[in-house]
């Protein structure tokens, strides 16, 4: 346990060091957040806030990359890496053209496809990967070899826009996912994995000091798809899809109310929700404050991931 160790805690003294400087700069560069004009003054109060904090979540990378440039570690780098640029892009467009909107979907879709489809081929004779999904130690459901593919493309890129999705409020992508990162730590047999999320963890925990309300700095998509990317692949690399439902719970009801809101407004012109994705819901509707938000999201988080453990341990 002494090696992953190691690097969380350097990683966590370095980013809790080095985050006020990065926000110091985009403040001076003017890169900050844009403020869609339908979200409540609550929200609106957080225009000029700096973007692109995620940024700092390279603290980690880099002092991963430290202790082992083993093929498997410089794989999951990547895998973070090409997120983030993509993140990047869109947090950029946002920031200094002031567009809430960003980049449009369409290119960003481009660009996450044309990366996963990369990386899975990579990754597929790095990792074993065949094409199974696991459902208990005796049990997997085999698929033909292009239909495999196809799925997991379509999952990872939609796993990772949903898991994006869930960073719209001071902290809630950082306390959400830290327990779906110690889920992957816990049951992977790869010591570059295991550092990967311990560092990954210890990165969002001092980003987080910055980043709770009333948030000093957002981490924009150059941190929430390098997140989103990273956990879609790890759920691959751990042949654990099945969990998935659970393990991302979270992230998927995010998605889901989108894609439920457009649906019924579409069809009825009403809403089906106050506001989407569904963290806004509970704010609006039901008067919670952001901290009550996070806090209950986290604790469901946390609760999947004991969930998935046990059902890990016992069936798997």
């Not at 869609?36 to 002092?63: C, N, W, Y």
């Not at 990369?118 to 005796?138: A, C, H, P, Q």
Request: hydrophobic share 55%; charged share 15%; glycine share 6%.
């Amino acid at each position: 346990m002494y090696l992953p160790i190691t690097p969380a805690f350097i990683t966590f003294l370095l980013t809790v060091i080095l985050a006020p400087l990065l926000i110091f700069t985009l403040k001076k560069l003017k890169l900050t957040q844009p403020i869609r004009v339908e979200l409540p003054a609550d929200h609106q109060e957080k225009k000029g806030t700096p973007l692109m904090a995620g940024s700092v979540f390279f603290v980690g990378i880099f002092v991963a990359l430290y202790y082992t440039t083993s093929p498997i570690m410089l794989f999951l780098v990547g895998t973070f890496i090409l997120f983030s640029f993509i993140g990047f892009l869109d947090d950029f467009w946002k920031a200094s053209k002031q567009d809430p909107g960003g980049v449009s979907g369409k290119t960003k879709l481009k660009f996450q496809f044309a990366f996963t489809i990369l990386l899975l081929y990579v990754g597929i004779d790095l990792f074993n990967i065949d094409t199974s999904i696991r459902v208990t130690e005796s049990l997997n459901i085999v698929f033909p070899y292009v239909i495999y593919l196809i799925l997991i493309t379509l999952f990872i890129v939609g796993t990772a826009n949903a898991i994006n999705f869930t960073d719209g409020m001071d902290g809630l992508l950082g306390m959400v996912s830290i327990p779906t990162y110690f889920f992957f730590f816990v049951i992977s047999d790869y010591a570059e994995v295991k550092i990967f999320c311990l560092v990954m963890i210890a990165t969002i925990l001092g980003f987080l000091i910055y980043n709770l309300y009333p948030a000093k700095a957002f981490m924009g998509d150059t941190g929430s798809l390098a997140i989103g990317g990273s956990l879609s692949f790890l759920a691959i690399i751990e042949n654990v899809e099945i969990l998935i439902p659970i393990l991302f719970i979270i992230y998927l009801a995010e998605q889901l109310s989108v894609i439920l809101q457009v649906s019924y407004f579409k069809r009825t012109k009403k809403k089906l929700f106050k506001f989407t994705p569904i963290h806004y819901h509970y704010g609006i509707k039901y008067g919670w404050t952001e901290n009550m938000i996070v806090t209950v999201f986290a604790m469901i988080s946390w609760a999947a991931c004991a969930i998935c453990l046990v059902y890990y341990e016992v069936f798997m």
